[in-house]
């Protein structure tokens, strides 16, 4: 733990001039105040004050002020920013209402704690690991980004063909800084697509992570010239990017998830996994929460539809991947992308985890062979449901999942499903360049 009185004085000492303080809207969007850096101890005493009404799904305008609180445990220095002027630092913040003193019910950070309040209460420490991919994409003359691959390399490639190993290597360096300890990093299977992974830590210190990586990855990238995405399938007809999560349990110093049965899975872990399976669907809608990320959802491009579990295969929803250690047995949920607001996103993988081990759940058979190669009727006679096709789908299936909408609590639950409705109409009403190229001398 790091307290208020260290990060003043690593403040002083690092001749710190700006603090960014960070939050993120109900969407995953990244939001920042700016404050010089002599105000930090005030900004710790008595927190910051905003207009709530200007962020997505916050508060109403008759009830606009807002408070930010910043977490010492968040301080990093921002490694791009070295100047005469002094440096930045960052400091992310929990929000909170003003008129009642209480934490924000809107705000995503507290919405996790919650959920990591609930897996508490049953001795559990909540542990996560995720493995989130992006593009890196060219500009255009305008300095606009395009669809332009920065690189022509393939999975695990080396230069030639991955030409921006220096981008990806200034990116590890960059989060180095900032505290990461990253475990690896790799070409993916298209061109122009990387994947970073950092080690495994409790699950609030994870979502902070993704939310301080995609930033990361974003500036460095610009400073090459190069737009980073972490739109799920920017390109069609080949890979999209996923964030496949790795999670466990821990109680009293070891691994819950650890058992003696067939797949190293305690009865504790099948529970849990029985649970992210029963509640799929709904979950679908926060930890996919875009109309493009169920263009990535399809048979053939590695990306998993498909209700099921393996201990063997990629291709269903969660896997038991091989564990060297103890400690290190875990299962994998492959459905995440990284465009979903991380602190939903575990807090809902968590809830519904969760209630499968308080419903004592039983985990199915886990299906071995390959399953995009199984019929409907295969499917069918092994009970292997389908994820929502659509955000349309995926948002009615949410809307009538009381454990992940109450999870979510009642401020998030209305203003997500009302901004995901608002979207998918909004693509349903539109027409897009495939449908005129192949209709409009058609018919």
Same mark, same amino acid.
């Given at each position: ?159 030639? %063909? *991955? ?6 290597? #200034?990116?590890? !360096?960059? /989060? ?7 475990? +690896? ?65 821990? %109680? *009293? ?6 058992? #003696?049965?067939? !797949?190293? /899975? ?7 996994? +029985? ?169």
């Amino acid at each position: 733990m790091t307290t208020e009185e260290e990060v003043l004085d690593e403040i002083e000492e690092k001749d710190i001039s700006f603090l960014r303080l960070q939050f993120t809207d109900i969407l995953g969007v990244v939001k920042n105040v700016s404050i010089p850096a002599d105000q930090a101890e005030k900004a710790f005493d008595e927190g910051i004050y905003f207009d709530g009404s200007s962020i997505n799904g916050f508060v109403r305008i008759q009830e606009s002020d807002m408070r930010l609180v910043p977490d010492p445990d968040t301080f990093a220095v921002l490694p791009w920013r070295d100047k005469e002027d002094g440096g930045a630092a960052r400091l992310i913040c929990d929000v909170y209402n003003t008129s009642t003193g209480e934490p924000f019910e809107g705000d995503p950070r507290y919405i996790l704690k919650q959920a990591i309040e609930g897996a508490e209460e049953h001795g559990y420490t909540v542990n996560m690991a995720p493995e989130p991919e992006f593009f890196l994409f060219k500009h255009d003359e305008d300095g606009y980004a395009t669809t332009e691959f920065a690189d022509h390399g393939g999975y695990f490639d080396l230069a030639p %063909k *991955d030409l921006r190993s220096d981008v990806r290597r #200034e990116i590890i !360096f960059t /989060l180095e800084d900032m505290g990461f300890d990253i475990e +690896a990093s790799h070409h993916e299977v298209a061109p122009g697509q990387y994947e970073i992974n950092f080690e495994y830590a409790d699950a609030l210190t994870t979502a902070d992570n993704v939310a301080t990586f995609r930033f990361v990855v974003r500036a460095v990238a610009a400073q090459h010239d190069l737009h980073a995405t972490f739109m799920p399938k920017p390109v069609p007809r080949i890979n999209g990017s996923g964030m496949h999560t790795h999670m466990s349990l821990f %109680k *009293d110093g070891e691994n819950a998830f650890h058992g #003696e049965g067939d !797949f190293d /899975l305690s009865e504790t872990a099948l529970s849990y996994l +029985a649970g992210i399976l029963d509640h799929a669907p709904a979950i679908t809608a926060v930890t996919n929460p875009t109309v493009n990320s169920y263009k990535r959802l399809v048979p053939g491009y590695e990306a998993p539809v498909y209700v099921a579990w393996s201990d063997r295969n990629r291709s269903a929803l969660i896997r038991k991947p091989a564990a060297r250690t103890e400690a290190s047995t875990r299962i994998e949920a492959r459905f995440p992308d990284p465009s979903c607001n991380p602190y939903l996103g575990f807090a809902s993988l968590i809830n519904a985890g969760i209630d499968g081990v308080e419903r004592d759940l039983e985990a199915p058979d886990p299906i071995r062979e390959n399953i995009y190669e199984f019929d409907e009727e295969d499917r069918k006679e092994r009970g292997i449901d389908t994820l929502p096709k659509n955000l349309g789908d995926a948002v009615d299936a949410l809307e009538e999942d009381e454990v992940i909408l109450n999870g979510l609590g009642d401020h998030v639950s209305e203003k997500f499903v009302e901004a995901k409705n608002e979207e998918f109409t909004e693509y349903l009403v539109n027409v897009s360049e495939w449908e005129i190229d192949r209709y409009l001398e058609t018919y």
